[in-house]
């Protein structure tokens, strides 16, 4: 089988693509195919350690160009797309919310469309926990009603309806995978974790949005891409898989543990500034589905995770310092 890598360039893209070209994650794919437009935050150079392997390929193309899509689907012969191709930064889309709808939701439709014509096996879609909106207590299954409140959120639902709703009127091969944020190695810097860190690297404070008390549960990008893995191989047509992560920390606290890292005082590292508009309190995900059915259980606990990040950012200052211009 051939799989097509939509956002291949980006943050976990790239890290699903080297970790599958590695055989870090094992598989059965004949050739891995990445597609990426390359925006602010495609990364060719994230591709650099697979970019030659053997039935590896890379184009630079836009997921809404039906005309590219069809060439690349056709001349690869793909048999299953795994769909990572997103705005996903939040700030950016109460800003400037078309291009989330452009890329996030016609972008999706294009690609279940080509899918469809050319009789993909397998559709995934990589979708986030923040299109079921927030909830104080407890944590989400998959039948949870959608409540996005950002644009961008709102833009990540809107696709997965058209997913499910080309599932049901084409009896399509879909799913979808909702994850809990992730961290890790090549994140681009705009993100919580490596912002904190890139600022404290340059003697910068942190900005916390608020009071810091919003909850977020983290996994790392590994074991969620292990998860898509596992979902796209054995995953149940039509069917939705959360993918919780290890621990639910308030912001500030990772904050903490991130200036503890640097040997840094709070007081002087920490710069409370106007929160978020429409920011929502906690995120959280149950799992149940993925762990019970296809034993999707994460591996990499959040202080182990969050140090070799650290580490990484440190060591690769030539990477991330470029982009702080974008």
Same mark, same amino acid.
């Not at 608020?210 to 891409?225: A, L, N, P």
């Given at each position: 089988m051939?799989?097509?890598i939509?956002g291949?360039?980006?943050?976990i893209?790239?890290?699903f693509a080297?970790m599958?070209?590695?055989d870090?994650?094992?598989?059965?794919?004949?050739?891995?195919?990445?597609?990426?437009?390359l925006?602010?935050?495609?990364?060719?150079?994230?591709?650099?350690?697979?970019?030659?392997?053997p039935?590896?390929k890379?184009?630079?193309?836009d997921?809404?160009?039906?005309?590219?899509?069809?060439?690349?689907f056709?001349?690869?012969?793909?048999?299953?797309?795994?769909?990572?191709?997103?705005?996903?930064?939040?700030?950016r889309?109460i800003?400037?919310s =078309?291009e989330?709808?452009q890329?996030?939701?016609?972008?999706?439709?294009?690609l279940?469309?080509?899918?469809?014509?050319f009789?993909? *096996?397998?559709?995934?879609q990589?979708?986030?926990? !923040?299109?079921?909106?927030?909830?104080?207590?407890?944590?989400?299954?998959?039948?949870?009603?959608?409540?996005? *409140?950002?644009p961008y959120?709102?833009?990540?639902?809107?696709?997965?309806?058209?997913?499910l709703?080309?599932?049901?009127?084409? $009896?399509?091969?879909? $799913?979808?995978?909702?994850?809990?944020?992730?961290?890790?190695l090549r994140?681009?810097?705009?993100?919580l974790i490596?912002l904190?860190?890139?600022?404290?690297i340059?003697?910068?404070?942190?900005?916390i949005y608020?009071?810091?008390?919003?909850?977020?549960?983290?996994?790392?990008?590994?074991?969620?891409?292990r998860?898509v893995?596992?979902?796209?191989?054995?995953?149940v047509a039509?069917?939705i898989?959360?993918?919780a992560g290890?621990?639910e920390?308030?912001?500030? !606290?990772?904050?903490?543990q991130?200036?503890?890292? =640097?040997?840094?005082?709070?007081?002087?590292?920490?710069?409370?500034?106007?929160?978020?508009?429409?920011?929502?309190?906690?995120?959280?995900?149950?799992?149940?589905?993925a762990?019970?059915?296809?034993e999707?259980?994460p591996?990499?606990? =959040?202080?182990?995770?969050?140090?070799?990040t650290?580490k990484?950012?440190?060591?690769n200052e030539k990477?991330?310092?470029?982009?702080?211009?974008?």
């Open positions: 051939n799989l097509l939509t291949g360039a980006g943050f893209g790239s890290r080297e599958l070209v590695t870090s994650i094992p598989h059965s794919y004949s050739s891995i195919t990445v597609v990426d437009k925006t602010y935050s495609g990364n060719l150079a994230n591709l650099d350690s697979v970019i030659s392997a039935r590896f890379f184009i630079q193309a997921i809404c160009d039906n005309e590219a899509m069809t060439h690349i056709g001349d690869s012969k793909i048999d299953v797309v795994a769909n990572f191709a997103a705005e996903s930064h939040v700030d889309s800003e400037s =078309f989330f709808l890329t996030n939701v016609m972008g999706t439709q294009n279940l469309d080509v899918s469809r014509k009789g993909v *096996n397998r559709y995934l990589i979708s986030t926990d !923040e299109v079921y909106g927030a909830i104080p207590e407890g944590s989400w299954d998959e039948d949870e009603p959608l409540q996005p *409140n950002s959120s709102a833009s990540k639902a809107g696709a997965d309806l058209l997913v709703a080309y599932g049901k009127t084409h $009896g399509m091969n879909i $799913g979808i995978t909702r994850c809990c944020n992730n961290y890790g994140q681009f810097p705009e993100k490596p904190f860190v890139s600022n404290l340059d003697g910068k404070q942190v900005p608020g009071d810091g008390k919003q909850i977020r549960e983290w996994i790392h990008v590994d074991d969620h891409c998860a893995a596992k979902v796209l191989a054995d995953g039509g069917e898989y959360n993918i290890t621990d920390l308030e912001n500030i !606290e990772v904050a903490r991130i200036i503890a890292h =640097f040997g840094k005082s709070e007081s002087e590292s920490v710069k409370f500034v106007s929160d978020r508009k429409g920011h929502d309190i906690r995120y959280s995900l149950t799992g149940n589905k762990r019970m059915d296809l999707i259980e591996t990499i606990n =959040f202080e182990t995770g969050l140090r070799d650290i990484w950012y440190l060591s990477w991330w310092r470029p982009l702080l211009k974008k």
